[in-house]
C-alpha cells in the first residue's frame, strides 16, 4: 500500500491552537476520554465479589458483568468509527461520551442483575461510538513521525494502564463508599469531558457513505452466540443442547455476516486492510493478547481478595505497579521504534507477557503477593506496555484519512472481542478445572465438617474455606495456563508475520510524506 495524498487541511487540524497548547489540551481530552472507557472493564472488576453477593450472580455468570460490556463495546467499535467518518467526528465524539454517562448512571441504580446487565450493554455502545473516534482524532491531529509518536504512545499508555488504574479507583471506592460508585464516579468525569470537546476538538470533514448495519448486528449478535456458548459449556457442558445450540448460531451468524461484508459497497469490517500481512498480523495479535490481559485482571481480582484476603482497597493497591510498568514499556518502544521498527517490541512485548503469565500458574493457596503475584504481573505489564504502543502504530500504519474512523474501530474491535471471547474461554478453563478439584475438596470436607457445616452445604451446594480457597486456586492456575498460551500465540504471530520495511522506518521518523 501507498500513503495517500496530503488531506485537505479541513481534515488536517481539528483541535483549537491558543497559545500554541492545542493539541496538548487536545490530547489530553482524548486521553481522558480514552481512560475512562477503558478503566470502566477493570473498576468493576473489583467490585465483583461485592456485586456477586448483592445482586446473586454465580462465578461464572459472573463474567457477564465484564462481557456485556466489552461485547456490546467490540461489536459496535466499527459502526462507532464509521459513524465518526460519515457524520463528523466531534458530534459523534460528544454522544458517545453522553451516553456513556448516561448508561453509567443506570447501572449505578440498577436493583438485580438483569438491569446491571443492560445497563452494562448499553455503556458498551457509548464506549463503542466515543473510543474509535478519539483515536481517529490522534490520528488526524498529529503529524505523521516523532510527534503522532508521542502521541499514539500517551494513548497506549492510557488504553493498557487504565485497567490497572481502574482497579486501583474501584479498590477505594468499593471501600469507602459502596459498589454502585463504580458506575456513577463515570458521571461527573463524563460530562466534563463532554464540556471540554468543543473548546478544543474542531469539528472534522464529513466523508459520505452509509451504515452497515447489517454488518453490526450480525457481527455482535454472532460474538454474543459464540462467548454464551463458551460460558455455558462452563457451566453445564460440551454436550449441553443450548451450548451446542448457542456454537452452531454463532457459525451461522458469522457467515452471514462475512458474506455480508464481502457484498457491501461500504461494510463495517473493510475487508481489504486484511490484505496487508502486517495490519492482519497486527489484528491477530491483538485478539491473543486481549484475551491475555483480561484473563490476568479478572482471575487476580478474585484470587487476591478471596485467597489472599485482600480488601478492595489493598487489591487496587496492588495492581497500583502495573500502570507504572505498562507506560515505562511504553515510553521505551515510543523512543525506540523509529530506530528498530515495532517488530522487535512485538516479539519481546509477547515473550515477557506469556513469561508473566507461565509463573502466575505456581499460584495456590499458600502463595503470597510479594513473592508470587508481584513479580509475575511486572514482567507481564512491561511486555503489554511494548505490545500496545508496536500494535497502535503498525495498524493505522498507511491508511488514509476518510478510513482512520474504520482502521482504529478494527483495531479496538479485535482488543475488545478478543478481550471477551478469550475471557468466556478462560472462564471454561477456570470452569473444568475447579469442577475437577471439587471433586477432591468435597469428601475432606465431608470427613472434618461439623452439623451444621454439612446442612449448609447441603442447602446451597457451596464450600466454606479452606477448601473453596484450593477450588478457587486450582481454578485460577489452569486459566493463567490457557493466558499464557495466547501470549506465545502472539510472539509466534510477530516472529512469522510481521515485516518491517524500510519505509515503515522513515515514516516512523518523521521522514514519509506527511499525515496519512
Known amino acids: ?71 456490546t463495546f467490540g461489536g459496535l467499535l466499527l459502526l462507532g468509527g464509521r459513524t465518526g467518518d460519515i457524520l463528523g467526528r466531534r458530534r459523534v465524539f460528544i454522544f458517545g461520551v453522553l451516553l456513556f454517562v448516561l448508561a453509567s448512571l443506570l447501572g449505578g ?3 438485580n442483575a438483569g438491569q446491571l446487565l443492560a445497563a452494562r450493554a448499553l455503556q458498551g455502545v457509548g464506549g463503542a461510538i466515543a473510543s474509535p473516534t478519539a ?40 471501600e469507602w463508599l459502596n459498589w454502585r460508585w463504580v458506575l456513577f464516579v463515570n458521571v461527573p468525569i463524563g460530562l466534563l469531558i463532554a464540556l471540554a470537546i468543543p473548546r478544543w476538538i474542531r469539528e472534522s470533514e464529513r466523508h459520505p457513505g452509509h451504515f452497515d448495519i447489517a454488518g453490526a448486528l450480525t457481527s455482535t449478535v454472532g460474538m454474543v452466540l459464540l462467548v454464551y456458548g463458551f460460558i455455558r459449556a462452563a457451566q453445564e457442558g460440551w454436550r449441553d443442547g443450548l451450548t451446542v445450540a448457542s456454537f452452531a448460531g454463532a457459525v451461522v451468524i458469522l457467515t452471514v455476516f462475512i458474506l455480508i461484508e464481502r457484498k457491501s459497497r461500504q461494510p463495517i469490517t473493510p475487508l481489504h486492510m486484511f490484505a496487508d500481512r502486517n495490519r492482519a498480523g497486527t489484528y491477530g495479535m491483538m485478539l491473543c493478547l486481549a484475551a491475555a490481559i483480561f484473563g490476568m485482571f479478572f482471575f487476580l481480582t478474585l484470587f487476591t481478595q478471596n485467597v489472599l484476603g485482600f480488601s478492595p482497597l489493598q487489591t487496587g493497591l496492588a ?17 525506540f521504534l523509529p530506530r528498530y521498527g515495532p517488530k522487535p517490541f512485538m516479539v519481546v512485548g509477547g515473550i515477557l507477557a506469556a513469561a508473566g503469565l507461565a509463573w502466575l500458574t505456581l499460584t495456590d493457596v499458600h502463595s503470597t503477593y510479594a513473592g508470587s503475584v508481584l513479580g509475575p504481573i511486572l514482567v507481564f505489564s512491561l511486555g503489554m506496555g511494548m505490545e500496545f504502543v508496536s500494535l497502535t ?22 482488543q475488545q472481542v478478543g478481550g471477551s471471547l478469550g475471557l468466556s474461554i478462560l472462564v471454561t478453563v477456570f470452569g473444568t478445572a475447579s469442577r475437577n478439584e471439587a471433586d477432591e475438596q468435597v469428601p475432606r470436607f465431608l470427613e472434618q465438617a461439623t452439623s451444621a457445616e454439612r446442612a449448609r452445604f447441603e442447602r446451597t451446594g457451596d464450600l466454606p474455606p479452606p477448601w473453596a480457597d484450593e477450588v478457587l486456586a486450582s481454578g485460577v492456575s489452569a486459566a493463567f495456563i490457557m493466558a499464557a498460551i495466547f501470549a506465545v500465540l502472539a510472539a509466534l504471530i510477530a516472529v512469522v508475520v510481521i515485516q518491517v520495511r524500510p519505509s515503515d522506518l522513515e515514516r516512523l521518523g518523521g521522514k514519509g510524506l506527511g499525515p496519512v
Open 393 to 414: 502504530l503498525m495498524a493505522l500504519s498507511n491508511v488514509p484519512t476518510h478510513e482512520t474512523g474504520a482502521a482504529s474501530g478494527l483495531l479496538n474491535a479485535t
Open 1 to 71: 500500500m501507498t500513503s495517500s495524498p496530503q488531506p485537505a487541511p479541513s481534515a488536517q487540524t481539528t483541535t483549537k491552537e491558543p497559545g500554541g497548547g492545542g493539541n496538548a489540551m487536545a490530547l489530553l481530552v482524548i486521553a481522558s476520554c480514552q481512560l475512562m472507557v477503558v478503566l470502566d472493564i477493570t473498576i468493576v472488576n473489583i467490585a465483583l465479589p461485592h456485586i456477586q453477593r448483592s445482586l446473586e450472580f454465580s462465578t461464572t455468570s459472573l463474567s457477564w458483568v465484564v462481557n456485556a460490556y466489552t461485547l
Open 135 to 174: 483515536l481517529s482524532l490522534v490520528s488526524t491531529t498529529f503529524r505523521e513521525g516523532p510527534e503522532r509518536n508521542r502521541a499514539f504512545g500517551v494513548f497506549a499508555a492510557v488504553s493498557a494502564g487504565g485497567g490497572a488504574i481502574g482497579l486501583l479507583a474501584g479498590g477505594v471506592l468499593v
Open 109 to 111: 441504580l440498577a436493583q
Open 319 to 335: 495492581f497500583l505497579p502495573v500502570s507504572a510498568v505498562i507506560a515505562i514499556g511504553a515510553g521505551l518502544a515510543s523512543r
